[in-house]
């Protein structure tokens, strides 16, 4: 934790920590950059099902397409994952952590 300099990352591990359903999100957080997941759209609709609640402990990516309705939540997305995505409510990880403390259908995916 001491060599992360993003305030906005350090805030959502914290939390993610403060909770037993989150741990794993804050551990997958807590990796170095180049570690951390990088996913693009088409792994994500591979293993996603309609109205599940996506968590990307990282950032997405644009490859591919995304044809179910989800829900996600990540730390990062990029402008053309953003602008494929429309339709689909995008959400920061701090903010799914503090809505569904109790992670209920939330779907982790590296």
Do not use: F
């Amino acid at each position: 934790m001491k060599k992360k300099t993003n305030p906005e990352l350090v805030e959502t591990i914290l939390l993610c920590k403060k909770n037993k359903k989150w741990i794993n999100v804050a551990k997958a957080l807590s990796y170095p950059r180049q570690l951390q997941a990088a996913v693009n759209l088409d792994s994500i609709d591979k293993e996603s099902k309609e109205g599940d609640i996506i968590v990307i402990p990282g950032k997405v990516l644009s490859r591919g397409k995304l044809t179910k309705k989800v829900k996600l939540a990540c730390m990062s997305i990029s402008e053309k994952a953003r602008e494929k995505c429309k339709g689909i409510e995008i959400i920061s990880i701090k903010k799914e952590a503090r809505e569904n403390p109790e992670a209920k259908a939330i779907k982790i995916i590296r």
